[in-house]
């Protein structure tokens, strides 16, 4: 079904356009001829200007073929297509061992390039074997490794599809993320009152000591299985001789339940203000949520499709709770229930990243199989 040879290819000269996020330009060229090649309608946005990233978002849409598929669901896959540090001249390699990977100097790509990959190859598929289909978008953003930016300034008018699926999550193939987390973006500022080290640092207050005093009161990590925290960055201070007077320190939350990233927001808010009026100190704490999060139920429309595709094909269907976020986040936002697909990658965002070449070939099995199965639906 898949041809082996082609999805390879099609991935490797992916990889070898340099596309860091912000740089999308190049990328977002080639998809589009891609696109266009296989027949499809391609519209751009405006995402550029609003994001000030390279080049827009893609929409290509295939329409419905084959008897009675007029009626069937409108499907949506997304994947993003620039990529993280360092990501320029990537030399892709096909080792021995049957993985792809760079020449460790640089990342690979296989986030989300696999994923691209694997779209283009079932749209491939399913035009060379006649499949039935219905009417299938495409979405393809910028910036989702900028904090899912080209998501997020998507015009909802733009989407058609009655449920999606985002090709661009960690875990072996067959595995549905159905629950992502909120993400909140957290900036302390810590204030003191400087003073002489030596001569009189009695009459200083350390903002160092202060916000160190705050952060050790904070539930930080892994809080549950729902919700997680980090200090990500502790910025501040001088010379020696002089009693720090100020501390910034950007920090996260995230959680599946909003309720439950609302009380870690106030418990680290309290951890603030305790120490701050403790040592005579003065401490703000502001925080916004950068995307919201979904979660879906094991009967959810894309989820029961998802799991009857990877059985129809022979993998074994698996559940489960990201605790990362993706554009997937921002389409269930907009109205469009999706869920992530797992693509098989390892070791992604580093220098020693892969992917399986059995991997390529079975995530576009995959695809196809949705597809499919959605096909019979009404």
Do not use: W
């Not at 295939?62 to 499907?75: H, K, R, V, Y």
């Not at 160092?208 to 729902?226: C, F, H, N, T, Y």
């Not at 949520?289 to 059985?311: C, F, N, Q, S, W």
């Not at 070449?357 to 079975?362: E, H, I, T």
């Amino acid at each position: 079904m898949v041809n082996e040879q082609r999805v390879v290819q099609q991935f490797l000269e992916l990889v070898k356009v340099d596309s860091e996020t912000k740089q999308e330009g190049q990328i977002s060229a080639v998809l589009r001829g891609l696109f266009e090649e296989l027949g499809l309608s391609v519209e751009e946005d405006e995402a550029a200007a609003a994001t000030g990233h390279g080049a827009n978002n893609l929409f290509a849409v295939l329409e419905p073929s084959g008897e009675n598929t007029a009626s069937a669901p409108a499907l949506l896959f997304t994947c993003h297509m620039d990529t993280v540090t360092p990501g320029v001249g990537i030399k892709p390699q096909l080792d021995d061992d049957g993985y792809i990977r760079s020449d460790g100097t640089t990342i690979l790509g296989s986030d989300d390039k696999a994923g691209i990959a694997a779209l283009l190859e079932a749209i491939r598929v399913l035009k060379e074997q006649s499949l039935p289909h219905g009417r299938i978008q495409f979405v393809i953003t910028v910036g989702e490794e900028s904090g899912l930016v080209g998501a997020r300034a998507i015009d909802r008018s733009r989407l058609i599809a009655d449920f999606g699926y985002a090709v661009d999550s960690n875990g072996s193939i067959g595995d549905i993320a159905i629950a992502a987390p909120a993400q909140a973006k957290v900036t302390i500022n810590m204030y003191g009152k400087s003073a002489h080290a030596g001569v009189n640092p009695e009459d200083g207050i350390s903002a160092i000591q202060v916000a160190a005093k705050a952060i050790s009161r904070m539930p930080l990590g892994r809080i549950d299985k729902e919700t997680t925290a980090n200090i990500g960055r502790f910025e501040g201070g001088g010379a020696t001789n002089i009693v720090c007077d100020f501390v910034k320190i950007d920090a996260e939350a995230r959680s599946i339940v909003p309720e439950k990233l609302d009380r870690q927001l106030d418990a680290m808010r309290a951890a603030v203000e305790s120490a701050a009026q403790d040592f005579g100190g003065r401490g703000e704490l502001d925080s916004h949520i950068v995307y919201p999060g979904y979660m879906h139920e094991e009967d959810a429309r894309p989820v029961l499709v998802a799991k009857a595709a990877a059985t129809a094909i022979g993998l074994e269907p698996r559940t489960f709770v990201s605790g990362g976020g993706s554009d997937a986040n921002i389409f269930n936002d907009l109205g469009v229930p999706t869920v992530n697909l797992a693509v098989g990658y390892e070791h992604i965002h580093t220098t020693k990243e892969q992917i399986k070449v059995s991997n390529l070939v079975r995530i576009t099995e995959f695809v196809v199989s949705i597809i499919g199965e959605a096909s019979k639906e009404k």
